[in-house]
């Protein structure tokens, strides 16, 4: 039997702990819910961005409340690099301020947490921006 022994000479860097934008985002939301801005189970719309998503799910403290802007459906690009399908699967952020409000309206959403510029700019006619948070804008619905 023979044992073969090798010397590691670098471990792999793992990416780990939580983006601070995010956490902020989580600590904010969960702050409005305690001041009474937002209700228990009072949906929470979340552009969908790349994994991050669910950890603002997560981080909101009331999973059933949460809706997306689109389901997340990922595609691979040529290059390999993974993106979210625009084109069969557009955003509901990206409909005009008026569409959007009347949507948001329907679906009784008063929170939504966009990273995106085409959402931010079609949110801040018809909401309130109350925190900047790194690659993260908050709004309530006015």
């Known amino acids: 039997m023979w044992l073969l022994f090798t010397r590691l000479v670098a471990l792999p860097r793992y990416k780990s702990g939580l983006a601070s934008d995010t956490a902020a985002v989580g600590l904010y939301i969960n702050d409005l819910r305690a001041r009474g801005g937002i209700h228990a189970r009072e949906p929470i719309m979340i552009e969908v961005l790349f994994w991050d998503y669910i950890i603002l799910h997560v981080l909101t403290n009331d999973p059933g409340a949460v809706i997306y802007d689109?389901?997340?459906?990922?595609?691979?690009?040529?290059?390999?690099?993974?993106?979210?399908?625009?084109?069969?699967?557009?955003?509901?952020?990206?409909?005009?301020?008026?569409?959007?409000?009347?949507?948001?309206?329907?679906?009784?959403?008063?929170?939504?947490?966009?990273?995106?510029?085409?959402?931010?700019?079609?949110?801040?006619?018809?909401?309130?921006?109350?925190?900047?948070?790194?690659?993260?804008?908050?709004?309530?619905?006015?």
Do not use: C, W
């Not at 690009?77 to 399908?85: I, V």
């Not at 005009?96 to 948001?104: G, I, K, N, S």
């Not at 949110?123 to 109350?130: F, G, Q, S, V, Y």
């Open 70 to 142: 689109r389901p997340p459906l990922l595609v691979m690009k040529p290059s390999g690099e993974h993106t979210l399908d625009d084109v069969a699967n557009p955003s509901l952020l990206a409909l005009a301020p008026e569409e959007l409000r009347a949507e948001l309206d329907r679906r009784q959403v008063r929170v939504v947490i966009a990273y995106s510029r085409r959402a931010i700019g079609n949110l801040r006619p018809i909401a309130r921006e109350t925190l900047v948070a790194g690659r993260y804008h908050v709004f309530l619905l006015k």
